[in-house]
Every structure is written in C-alpha cells, then in structure tokens.
C-alpha cells in the first residue's frame, strides 16, 4: 500500500479517526492491527518473518535481563539471528554467485528468495534495541504489544527512518491527547512530500530510466545531464518518503527522527553523511564506528573504521557490486578529505583566500555535489561495467544523442514544470540549511490553508500519472 494511492487515503483518515476517538486500553490493539493490515498488504508472507523477528527480539531482551551474566552471549544469540536471517534472504544469493564466480564456474545462480519489504530497516530497529539493553541504556519492554508497535509502526516500516526504541518506545506510553496544530504540521509535511514525489522526482525519473535503459547510445554530455539529474530524483524521491512518513508519524501523535536536513547544501562528504538518511548514518556511528573504536585510536585505524563503515553500508542497500563500490567511494572521500585538509589549508593561506568566505563556501558546495553524483553513477547502473561506461563516456565527451533527445521521455509541459517546482524545494532547503524550517514556521489559518489548496490541487493537476511511471515504486523500497 503506497502513500500515493487512494486506498492509503482511505486507510490512514480511518486510523486518525480510531487514534483520537477510542480510548487509551484500545490503542496498541489498533495501531498494531492498523502496522500489520498496512504491511500484509503488500505481501501477506512478509508479516510473519516480521512477527518472528518481533517475538525474538522481544524475548532475547527479556533473557538478558534475567540472566545478567549470560547477557552478552543473548546479544550475539538475538543480533546474530537477526542478521543470519537478513543475510540469508537478502544477500545468499549474491554471495553464492561470488564464490561461484572466484571459482571459475561459468553457472549464474538464483535462488529467488522471499526479500519482504523494509526487512533491512526493521532489522536494524530490533537489533539497536538489543545493544541498548546490552548496554544498559534501556531496560526491555513489558508489553508486549507495545513493542509490536514499535517494531511494525507503518509509517516508518517501509523505508525508515530507522526508529530508535528509546525514543520510540516511552511516546506509546504517553496518553492520546488532540493537539490540533500538530496535525495540521504533520499534513502540511505530508502534502510537501507527495508533491515532491508525484511533481518533481516521478517526472525525473521518467528521464534517467530512459537514458539508462541504454545509455550507450547518448553523448557523454547528456550523460552527465542525466547524472546530475539523478542526484535530485532520489533525493526528492527518498526525502519525499521521509516527508511523508514524520508527517503522517506527526498526524498520529508521534515524532520520529529527521532524516534529511537540506544535504545537498553540505561543504563536505562527511558533513553531507550527518544530513543524509541520518536515521541509517546515526545507527552505523552508534552501534559500529563507534564500538570499533571511531577516531579515538589514531589516525589509520580511524580511517579503516570509516571505509569499514561505509562499505557495509553499500552492501546494506543492496547485494550487487555496485553498492560496495559506492560505499566505499563515500568511505574514501573522507578518508582523502582527512589527509588533505592541511594541504588545502596552506593552499588557502598561500593564495591569502578566506576558506570560510562566501566564495569558498559556494566552490566547497559544488565540488561536493560533483564527487556525490559519481558515487550515484554506481548507485543507480545495473553493473560495474555499465557505471564506468557512463563515467567513460563523460570524462572523454563521447558522441551520441544529444540534448534534444531529453524530448523523447519529457514533454515541454513537463520540462517547465520541473523548472518552476524545483525552486521552491531549493529554497525549503535553503532555509533548512539556515536552521530554519518550513513545518515549525508559525502561519495565519489563511495562509496555511491556502498553501494546503495549492498543494492538493498541484499534486492532482501536475502529478505524474499515467503510463511509464509507477508512482507506488519509492527508490528505497527496494531496500
């Protein structure tokens, strides 16, 4: 079930309506039904890996308590269950194909396993529950079905923001209280996101799924048009889920982690990684950088933490080659940054510039969202052989079909469209790189309700419907 279809529509407005009318004994019966009807929708075999997944954690955490002295074995028990079983559905198939490969075997293998929807990110939420407990930050929950709640909660479960339990966990016991302006906040965001997916980042998408079905045939130009362009479709694709899941979080009473704080806005790889899919980011520097020893043991075992880091972060959005070597592109940027900084220091101070003037800062940006739009050349081919055709092709200005040819995926309409919603997202970024937002700005009703007509009535004129796009196909569902 998409956030975009009608069916949604009429699934939420019905779960508002229960959230604010039954009393408090009936709302972990509701929510849960409402997480499990919202996930079995998709596939009903998905639910009961999630209700294994849930019970295990739920019990293992109960085991560490009780048996103190066994805790950190329950810890490797339940984290490694949780993992072995991530391991097998998502990535055995990859890994087995690997070896064959080392091998020699000339055999290509697939196994076609049953990958539920969201089990990287719920996997993550249970497993970062358990090392809280392990480390005492948390003591393991009693109910039951509260902690069902957390671990199914739909607005999240599809695609993050990854939950934390002890931010999540202590909101389900707080009493149902109707706080108008927090709903109003939360449709506000929620409109915003689905205007960003339906206006802008479907209609991009129409662009790069053309040119990537061949892109052998388009000059190196267009091919670094359409690069550049798919740096901003998933970005508006994804911080439009995150939109739309901390708006509806927030119609419901809830508040779930920022996942996106105008990343592109960023002067640096590292800086760009704490405002991008923070959710994912904070759980790696928590529960692995950190506990591998992060910067606190010298310079090189520092930098084996970060490329360590970032390629198991590649691997985690997807078993192909190619999400390792955009992990580890990510993980070398910085590691470089590092190394370089004193040199591009002596450079400023040499050539008397101000590394933090105006200049600087606008140079700074644009180089960091040139080196993230290579790492998304691999992110998005289907094989290392096809990424570095594409970087070939544009590092030599090759041949091929040229910028008029953008004409056969978008019409004129469309292309001017994209031209006049693209700066009111720049400039909601803009804003939020200033550290200030458009959903905590205070509003007149007149103004609010005027912005909410201008959104509905966009999304229904100017959305993309209709054959060539699946508007329920959100980039991070696949992971």
Not at 11 to 39: E, G, H, K
Not at 198 to 227: F, K
Not at 333 to 344: E, I, M, T
Not at 446 to 452: C, E, G, M, N, T
Request: aromatic share 18%; glycine share 8%.
């Amino acid at each position: 079930m998409s956030y975009t279809t009608v069916t949604f529509a009429g699934f939420f407005t019905i779960v508002l309506f229960l959230r604010y009318r039954l009393p408090d004994r009936a709302q972990m019966p509701m929510l849960l039904l409402a997480n499990y009807s919202f996930y079995l929708w998709a596939k009903p075999a998905y639910g009961f890996l999630l209700f294994w997944d849930t019970l295990l954690a739920y019990g293992i955490g109960h085991l560490m308590r009780r048996q103190k002295d066994r805790a950190k074995l329950w810890l490797i028990v339940g984290v490694g269950t949780l993992f072995a079983i991530l391991f097998t559905l998502k990535y055995l198939d990859f890994f087995c194909q690997s070896v064959l490969d080392l091998l020699g075997v000339k055999l290509t293998l697939s196994l076609q396993i049953l990958l539920p929807v969201g089990i990287s990110f719920y996997t993550f939420s249970l497993a970062g529950y358990l090392w809280d407990i392990y480390r005492g930050k948390m003591e393991p929950e009693s109910n039951v079905l509260q902690f069902a709640v957390y671990a199914s909660f739909f607005p999240s479960i599809m695609a993050g923001p990854i939950n934390q339990a002890r931010d999540f966990l202590p909101q389900l016991e707080m009493p149902v209280v109707w706080r108008p302006e927090q709903v109003k906040g939360g449709l506000l965001r929620f409109l915003w996101g689905m205007g960003k997916k339906l206006i802008v980042a479907d209609q991009l998408g129409l662009l790069v799924n053309g040119i990537y079905a061949a892109p052998g045939a388009y000059s190196g130009r267009m091919l670094l048009l359409t690069s550049v362009v798919y740096s901003f479709q998933i970005y508006f694709d994804f911080a439009a889920y995150s939109d739309m899941a901390l708006g509806a979080a927030s119609m419901l009473g809830f508040a779930l982690m920022e996942n996106f704080k105008a990343p592109y806005f960023s002067r640096n790889i590292q800086t760009f990684w704490k405002k991008w899919h923070i959710s994912l980011t904070s759980w790696f520097r928590e529960y692995l950088y950190i506990p591998l020893g992060g910067s606190r043991e010298g310079k090189g075992k520092t930098y084996r933490n970060i490329l360590l880091v970032f390629t198991i972060s590649g691997l985690w959005h997807g078993a192909a080659v190619t999400f390792l070597v955009w992990g580890l592109l990510n993980g070398l940027y910085q590691v470089v940054g590092k190394l370089s900084y004193p040199v591009r220091q002596r450079f400023y101070r040499i050539l008397h510039l101000n590394p933090d003037g105006r200049g600087a800062i606008y140079w700074q940006t644009f180089v960091t969202f040139l080196l993230v739009t290579v790492t998304w050349i691999f992110f998005r081919a289907d094989s290392l052989s096809e990424a570095f055709c594409i970087l070939g092709r544009i590092l030599t200005g090759a041949e091929g079909k040229g910028a008029f040819h953008v004409m056969e995926f978008l019409s004129k309409r469309q292309i001017c469209l994209l031209l006049i919603a693209f700066l009111p997202l720049v400039l909601a970024d803009g804003f939020e790189a200033a550290g200030r937002s458009v959903f905590t700005c205070k509003m007149r009703p007149l103004v609010y309700w005027s912005l909410i007509i201008v959104l509905v009535l966009s999304i229904l004129v100017f959305g993309a419907y209709g054959p060539g796009f699946h508007a329920q196909d959100f980039v991070y569902f696949q992971f």
